[in-house]
């Protein structure tokens, strides 16, 4: 299983590998223009050097037809370095250079994944990870768990090494129904990440832990203890 961290926020990503363990960063047009009028390649730079060589940065493609598209790849990987992730939606002209791309043994995500057609397509085009937009497909009445698991299945009955990678996510039950249903990553805004870790139980649960330990030994810690 992998986590990864859907945002360009440099303070979220420095908080994000603080604290969770964190495989790689995704991005998309979406989230950068959150960040405002950035210098995109530099801003890109800036997210490599936080998490390093180990983790994955993922870096989408705005071209539509798919000359441009393999400009556009190629310029990130020039600057960008090789080891960071094309994310290609799958229509037609992006699956052409899905295919150009991995035959060249670059790293693709593909993304804009709505249905189990498109993923099977964009596995069998050489793609590593498959982007299936789990709420997005919900709010247009497609059963995203369903896909997911479809493609889980097909992936592991092919021994091959693409991973679904499912992204999009409003609330905690959609995240972990996708791992539940076969999603080896998921790509979690960090909003989210911290709407896991400050539920009012765990927080009772920690006090009531150290109210416990006080009222025996008092305010000292296991290191005064003998």
Not at 5 to 11: I, W
Not at 87 to 99: C, N, Y
Not at 163 to 179: C, D, P, R
Request: proline share 3%.
């Amino acid at each position: 299983m992998e986590l990864m961290l859907d945002t360009a926020n440099l303070e979220q990503i420095e908080k994000g590998l603080a604290t969770y363990p964190i495989s790689g960063v995704t991005s998309n047009p979406s989230i950068i223009k959150a960040e405002g009028k950035v210098d995109f390649f530099n801003h890109m730079h800036k997210i490599r050097e936080l998490i390093g060589d180990e983790r994955s940065l993922h870096v989408q493609v705005i071209a539509h037809d798919c000359d441009t598209i393999l400009k556009e790849a190629d310029k990130i990987l020039s600057i960008l370095g090789p080891k960071t992730f094309i994310k290609i939606p799958v229509t037609e002209d992006g699956l052409r250079a899905i295919k150009i791309l991995a035959a060249r043994g670059v790293n693709v995500t593909a993304t804009a994944i709505y249905t189990t057609m498109q993923g099977i397509l964009a596995m069998l085009a050489g793609a590593r990870y498959l982007a299936v937009y789990y709420n997005r497909m919900l709010n247009i009445d497609i059963d995203a768990a369903k896909v997911i698991k479809e493609l889980s299945s097909l992936l592991w009955a092919n021994g091959t090494s693409c991973q679904v990678l499912a992204a999009s996510f409003k609330n905690l039950k959609e995240i972990t129904t996708a791992y539940a249903n076969g999603a080896s990553c998921c790509t979690i805004p960090y909003d989210l990440l911290e709407t896991g870790m400050h539920m009012p139980s765990i927080t009772k649960a920690v006090h009531d832990f150290s109210a416990n330990w006080e009222e025996v030994y008092g305010n000292r810690t296991l290191l005064d203890v003998d």
